[in-house]
Nanobody, 125 residues
Framework: QVQLVESGGGLVQAGGSLKLSCAAS????????MGWFRQAPGNEREFVAS???????TYYADSVKGRFTISRDNAKTVYLQMNSLKPEDTAVYYC???????????????????WGQGTQVTVSS
C-alpha cells in the first residue's frame, strides 16, 4: 500500500518557523517528483514547492520564494522548511508525488499520482 505521511504542522506566531516532513512508503519514490501543496478554507489547492528526482531542480511559488526550502534526503523523505511565516501561510499542507513529471518541470496538481492526508499549519498574527 502506497502512503505519504506528513508531520510537523502546528501553531506558530508570525515570523516563526516550522519544518514539515513527508515519509513515503509502499514503493520506491526515488524516481518521482515530490512536492508540497496547500489549501486554505474556501480556496483551491495551490502549488507551494516541488523537487525533482535526485534533487536536481527545485521550484517555488512566488508567494513563498526566499522563505521556504524544499529538500529530500533519500528515496523516502521530503521536507519543507518554512521560515518567516505569515498569517496568509495558514492552510492544510499536502505532500504529493508524481512519477510522470520530468526533472525540468515542477510538479503540477494534474500530474500528482499520490497525496498525503495533510497537516495543518496555523500562523497567528
Amino acid at each position: 500500500q502506497v502512503q505519504l505521511v506528513e508531520s510537523g504542522g502546528g501553531l506558530v506566531q508570525a515570523g516563526g518557523s516550522l519544518k514539515l516532513s513527508c515519509a513515503a512508503s509502499g514503493r520506491t519514490f526515488g524516481s518521482a517528483a515530490m512536492g508540497w501543496f496547500r489549501q486554505a478554507p474556501g480556496n483551491e489547492r495551490e502549488f507551494v514547492a516541488s523537487i525533482s528526482r535526485a534533487a536536481v531542480n527545485t521550484y517555488y511559488a512566488d508567494s513563498v520564494k526566499g522563505r521556504f526550502t524544499i529538500s529530500r534526503d533519500n528515496a523516502k523523505t521530503v521536507y519543507l522548511q518554512m521560515n518567516s511565516l505569515k498569517p496568509e501561510d495558514t492552510a492544510v499542507y499536502y505532500c504529493a508525488a508524481g512519477f510522470r513529471t520530468p526533472p525540468g518541470r515542477s510538479l503540477q496538481i494534474a500530474a500528482v499520482d499520490y497525496w498525503g492526508q495533510g497537516t495543518q499549519v496555523t500562523v497567528s498574527s
